[in-house]
Nanobody, 122 residues
Framework: VQLQASGGGLVQAGASLRLSCAASGRTVSSYSMGWFRQAPGKEREFVATISRNDGSTIYADSVRGRFTIARDNARNTVYLQMDSLKPEDTAVYYC????????????????WGQGTQVTVSS
């Protein structure tokens, strides 16, 4: 599956953004889909994932209650709605696809999008 992430930008703290991850080649319903992020000088970290089986979700503690991951099978797209953004959310955000039922570990993801930059100013 090929993944194309979009929707990043520069916003002020407290604002919202919605990232999109469009898939081609295979349907997103065949995969558990995840979002990861990497800030400058830091390792890539897990943000959220949605299961291929039942749509269950897992969030990192740092974003739980502010971010929402969702999947639109008809559009073959996964979204990450980000509300109440904070400067520490600044990073390049990547979407990824996994054949695992539910995964929050990056090596469990076999396909990655190119990343989209999110910058949150204070």
């Amino acid at each position: 599956v090929q993944l194309q992430a979009s929707g990043g930008g520069l916003v002020q703290a407290g604002a919202s953004l919605r990232l999109s991850c469009a898939a081609s080649g295979r349907t997103v319903s065949s995969y558990s889909m995840g979002w990861f992020r990497q800030a400058p000088g830091k390792e890539r970290e897990f943000v959220a994932t949605i299961s291929r089986n039942d749509g269950s979700t897992i969030y990192a503690d740092s974003v739980r209650g502010r971010f929402t991951i969702a999947r639109d099978n008809a559009r073959n797209t996964v979204y990450l709605q980000m509300d109440s953004l904070k400067p520490e959310d600044t990073a390049v955000y990547y979407c990824a696809a996994s054949t695992y039922a539910l995964a929050r570990w990056a090596p469990n993801y076999g396909s990655w999008g190119q990343g989209t930059q999110v910058t949150v100013s204070s």
